[in-house]
C-alpha cells in the first residue's frame, strides 16, 4: 500500500507540471514528421541566409520517451548498473530509419509494469549497494578464549589477572559501539578494573561495580576497518583478603553499528548516513539523486513530496533505507525520468524561444552519448552559462572526446549504415557455407571502426565512399581474399582501389543485409542508396505487385531477370531508380565477396547510372560519383539531424538544413562541423508552443 501511495504522490506532483505545453501529438497525427524537401541538385547555387531564430520556426516538439539504449544508459550512468534491465522492456519502433524518434516511441500498458518492475530492482539494489546492513556480533564470554578462570553460573569468572577474547570480523569500515556485560565481586576498598582492547590497543578502561545478581553493560565507540581483529576483555587489579575474593564476571561481549553506514565520497545515490541525518539526510538523498535523474533541480515542494513518501513508509513500519528505495523508485517512474520534458512558457503560443539551459543540456547528452548530462554539463546548465555560443561549442568539443560518444557509431551510424543489422541478418548456409557468426561480427566490426576513424578524426567524413585503407581481421580478411593481418580484432589495413574496400559501398556487412539469403539484390541496394545516401526516397510499390518471376530462359541472368521485371509499367517507376545503381554492386555477391560471374556463370554486367543521368560501372566509380555529389553531405546533415532532434526536419526547416550543410561544407565535411552546426541551429536551440 505504502509502495502505490508513494507513487501517487510523486506522479500527482508532475502531472501539473506536464499538463500542456509538451505539444503531444499522436503518432501518424497530420503534419508530424514531415520530411524536408529535395535536397539541393549537383552544382546548385548558394543557399541564401535564413531569418533569424526569433523569426523561423523550430518546428514540432512531441514529448520524447527515453528509448531502451539511451534508459540503459541512463541508469548505467546515474547507478553504475550495467544489468540492461531495458532488455526486458518491448522493442522501440522505427522512424525515418531510427528508434529514437518521439513520435513512434509510444507507451504501451506492458511498457509501464516493466518501468515499474525495473525502477524498484534499480532503487533497491542501490540501496543495498551504498547503505548496509547493521552488524550487531555477540560473543558469549565461556566460548571466547580465556587465559584463566572458570565457569561462574552464567558468566566466566576471571579469579585472577587475565583476559577473554575472540576474533571478531567487522563487515565494513565504520564507527562501532563495544559493549560488555558485567559484574565483580567485592574485595578491598576498589572496584574491579576492566580493560576492553582492540588488537591488544585499549579502546577503554571500566570500574566495575555491578554485581552478579544485577549486571551492568558497559561500552565504548571505535572507528574499526573492516575485516577481522580480536576483542578482548582484560581484568587487572586482583585482589584476595580472605574471606573476600575480587574478581571480575564477564557474561559476553558485543560488537554494534548501524544500519546506512555508507561512504559519501563514492557513493552514488546514499549521500549521507541515514542513521545520524534524519530527515535532513532523506531531503539530500532526494534531492541530489532527484537533480541528475530529473536532469533539472527539483523544486521544494518536490522534495517534499519524495521526502513524505519515506515518512510515510517509516509510519507504517519499514526502515527508513527502505523508505528511501522507495522514494527512488517513484524518482525513476516519474515522467520526468521517463521522459524528456521540456516546457513552454505559453503552451498555446507558436512564437520561438529558447530552451532553458537544462533542458539544452539534456538535448546535447542524448544527441552525443545517448545518456544523461553528465556533472560538468548540469553545472553548465546552472550556472546559466551553457546556451552562450561559445561554451555550448565547448561542451561540444568535450563531450565528442569523451567514450560514451561512441553511441554515434553504434547507434547513428548503426542504423544510417544498417550495421546493427549485420547480427541479425541469416544467409543461407547452403550458398554461404562459411559465413559463421563470427563472420557477420566480424563485418560489423569492420564498418563500425572505419567510421569511427572518420567520425573522431579531422578528416573528411566522404572519405567513407573512397579511401585507401579499411579495418579487418583476420576471419574477415580469409572472407574478403586478404592477407591476415594476425588479429582477432580489426586492424587498420591498406587496400589498392581495385579491391573497392576502401568505401562503405564495398562493405561485407551493407551488401550482407542489403541481399536475400540465397542471392544478391540490385533492388535493396540500390534503394539504400538513394534512401541512405541521397535521401531520395524510392516511393512504396503499388498493391499487388509481385516480387521477381522466374525466368522465361533458364540461363537468364539476375540483371536480365529485373530488367524484364522493371518492363512491367506498374513497376518502371520505382526501379527506374533503384535497379541501375544496384547493378553497380553486383560485383560482390550476396555476403559481400568479390565475383566475376553471376551466380549461373555468366559475365557481370555492372554497368549502372545514378537519377541524374551521371553513368558508372561498378562499385568503384558509383563510389567516386556519389563522394562528390553534393547531395550526399546534405543528406548526411539531414540524417543527424533526425536523429539528434528526434524527428525528421519539416519543410520550414529547409533553410536551416542547408545552412546546416553550408557549415558542415565550409569545415571541410569534418564530423564535428557537421555536429557543431546541428547543436548551433535554431531547431535545436528553441522550441516553441502549437495553436490549439
Not at 234 to 245: A, I, K, L
Not at 450 to 460: A, I, L, P, W
Not at 581 to 589: M, P
Not at 659 to 679: D, K, N
Request: hydrophobic content about 40%; charged content about 20%; some cysteine.
Amino acid at each position: 500500500m505504502v509502495r502505490w501511495l508513494a507513487f501517487g504522490l510523486v506522479v500527482a506532483g508532475c502531472e501539473g507540471a506536464l499538463e500542456g505545453g509538451l505539444g503531444v501529438v499522436p503518432s501518424g497525427a497530420p503534419g508530424v514528421g514531415v520530411e524536408a524537401g529535395p535536397a539541393s541538385s549537383p552544382g546548385a547555387a548558394p543557399v541564401a541566409a535564413c531569418a533569424p531564430p526569433s523569426q523561423l520556426d523550430p518546428g514540432r516538439v512531441t514529448l520524447r520517451r527515453l528509448n531502451r539504449f539511451e534508459y540503459d544508459n541512463t541508469v548505467r550512468d546515474l547507478l553504475d548498473d550495467t544489468t540492461r534491465p531495458a532488455r526486458a522492456f518491448p522493442a522501440d519502433d522505427f522512424g525515418h530509419g531510427f528508434d529514437n524518434l518521439a513520435d513512434v516511441l509510444s507507451t504501451a500498458p506492458v511498457l509501464v509494469e516493466q518501468y515499474e518492475r525495473a525502477a524498484r530492482a534499480l532503487a533497491e539494489a542501490i540501496v543495498e549497494r551504498e547503505a548496509a546492513p547493521g552488524q550487531t556480533t555477540r560473543v558469549e564470554a565461556e566460548d571466547g578464549v580465556k587465559s584463566t578462570g572458570a565457569p561462574l553460573g552464567a558468566f566466566w569468572n576471571l579469579y585472577t589477572n587475565g583476559s577473554v577474547s575472540s576474533m571478531v570480523t567487522f563487515g565494513t569500515t565504520a564507527r562501532y559501539t563495544f559493549r560488555v556485560q558485567a559484574a565483580q565481586t567485592r574485595a578491598g576498598s576498589e572496584a574491579a578494573t576492566m580493560v576492553l582492547s582492540l588488537d591488544g590497543r585499549a579502546l577503554g578502561s571500566f570500574s566495575v561495580t555491578a554485581t552478579q545478581a544485577s549486571p551492568a553493560t558497559y561500552s565504548v565507540s571505535a572507528d574499526v576497518s573492516a575485516g577481522p581483529h580480536r576483542v578482548a576483555v582484560e581484568f587487572t587489579n586482583d585482589f584476595y583478603e580472605p574471606p573476600n575474593d575480587r574478581n571480575l564476571l564477564v557474561d559476553w561481549v558485543e560488537v554494534q553499528r548501524p544500519a546506512a553506514v555508507v561512504v559519501p565520497a563514492t557513493a552514488k545515490v546514499m549521500v549521507c548516513d541515514l542513521a545520524t541525518g534524519g530527515g535532513g539526510c532523506v531531503r539530500s538523498i532526494v534531492s541530489r539523486f532527484g537533480r541528475r535523474a530529473w536532469r533539472r533541480p527539483l523544486t521544494t515542494a518536490e522534495v517534499d513530496r519524495l521526502a513524505n513518501v519515506v515518512t510515510l513508509a517509516q509510519a507504517e513500519g519499514e526502515p527508513v533505507h527502505a523508505g528511501v528505495a522507495m522514494a527512488l523508485t517513484a524518482l525513476l517512474l516519474s515522467p520526468h525520468f521517463l521522459y524528456r520534458v521540456e516546457l513552454d512558457p505559453d503552451p498555446t503560443s507558436p512564437a520561438p524561444h529558447p530552451l532553458t539551459d537544462h533542458e539544452l543540456a539534456a538535448r546535447l547528452s542524448y544527441f552525443l552519448w545517448a545518456s544523461t548530462p553528465d556533472e560538468a554539463l548540469a553545472r553548465a546548465a546552472d550556472d546559466g552559462t551553457l546556451s552562450q555560443p561559445a561554451q555550448l561549442s565547448a561542451q561540444v568539443q568535450r563531450m565528442l572526446g569523451d567514450a560514451k560518444a561512441r553511441s554515434l557509431v553504434t547507434r547513428f551510424a548503426g542504423q544510417w549504415l544498417w550495421t546493427n543489422q549485420v547480427e541479425d541478418a541469416v544467409p543461407s548456409t547452403s550458398v554461404y557455407a562459411n559465413v559463421t557468426a563470427a563472420t557477420k561480427t566480424a563485418m560489423r566490426l569492420e564498418t563500425e571502426a572505419v567510421v569511427e576513424h572518420f567520425f573522431t578524426r579531422d578528416e573528411s567524413v566522404l572519405g567513407l565512399l573512397g579511401s585507401d585503407f579499411t579495418f579487418v581481421n583476420d576471419t574477415l580478411a580469409d572472407h574478403y581474399g586478404l592477407a591476415r593481418p594476425g588479429a582477432a580484432t580489426p586492424q587498420r589495413v591498406a587496400v589498392a582501389p581495385s579491391t573497392e574496400r576502401g568505401s562503405v559501398l564495398g562493405h561485407a556487412g551493407l551488401l550482407t543485409v542489403t541481399s536475400f539469403p540465397t542471392r544478391t539484390s540490385p533492388v535493396k541496394r540500390g534503394a539504400w542508396v538513394l534512401s541512405n545516401l541521397l535521401c531520395q526516397e524510392p516511393p512504396a510499390p503499388p498493391p499487388g505487385v509481385e516480387g521477381l518471376p522466374p525466368p522465361d530462359l533458364a540461363n537468364a541472368t539476375l540483371r536480365q531477370r529485373v530488367e524484364a521485371h522493371r518492363a512491367n509499367p506498374a513497376c518502371a517507376g520505382c526501379h527506374a531508380l533503384m535497379d541501375p545503381i544496384g547493378f553497380g554492386l553486383e560485383r560482390f555477391d550476396g555476403v559481400g565477396r568479390a565475383r566475376a560471374t553471376d551466380t549461373g556463370g555468366a559475365p557481370l554486367d555492372v554497368a549502372g547510372v545514378l537519377p541524374d543521368g551521371r553513368s558508372f560501372s561498378g562499385p568503384r566509380e558509383l563510389s567516386a560519383l556519389l563522394k562528390a555529389d553534393p547531395r550526399v553531405p546534405h543528406c548526411l546533415a539531414e540524417k543527424l539531424f533526425t536523429y539528434g532532434l528526434g524527428r525528421a526536419p519539416a519543410r520550414d526547416e529547409k533553410c536551416q538544413v542547408d545552412a546546416i550543410t553550408s557549415r558542415f561544407e565550409a569545415g571541410g565535411h569534418r564530423f564535428s562541423a557537421l555536429v557543431q552546426a546541428i547543436v548551433s541551429s535554431p531547431s535545436f536551440t528553441h522550441r516553441r508552443g502549437e495553436l490549439p
